[in-house]
């Protein structure tokens, strides 16, 4: 694909985005293809491509990847990044502490900003 600084080089990788996306392909070949009409557009332009299409192309690489909202659940030991350490720690009480509220705390469920008042608390 030719993307030259004189014609509408924008709306050319948008279709040439366009074109890519709607092919199927595994994985690695979706990185390589990728990769090339990315290295392309930078040679011929000179310039990185727009937000959205680089969004575009990333989506498409992770297509049919294992996304697992609930991978918690589901998995054994799952892996957590950082930021979901500090959810599920600030959702989760420990049990010593939960023997000592009362039966209707339990029932309607006990909601902490910080998991230091739970200590406090209890």
Same mark, same amino acid.
């Given at each position: 694909? $030719? %993307?030259s600084t004189e014609s509408n080089? &924008? =709306?050319s990788f948008a279709k040439a985005v366009d074109l890519l996306t709607t092919q199927h392909m595994p994985v690695q070949w979706r990185v390589k293809a990728v990769d090339d009409l990315i290295e392309a557009y930078v040679k011929q332009v000179g310039e990185v491509p727009n937000d959205r299409q680089l969004e575009r192309l990333t989506n498409y690489i992770l297509r049919d990847s294992k996304n697992q909202p609930d991978k918690v659940? &589901? !998995? @054994?030991?799952p892996e957590l990044n @950082? =930021?979901?350490? &500090? $959810?599920r720690s600030n959702r989760e009480i420990p049990l010593e502490q939960v023997g000592n509220f009362s $039966? @209707? !705390?339990k029932r309607v469920g $006990? /909601? %902490?900003k910080h998991r230091d008042k739970? /200590? /406090?608390i209890a």
């Open positions: 694909m $030719v %993307f080089y &924008k =709306a659940s &589901k !998995t @054994e030991y @950082e =930021a979901q350490w &500090k $959810v $039966v @209707e !705390t $006990v /909601r %902490f739970c /200590r /406090r």
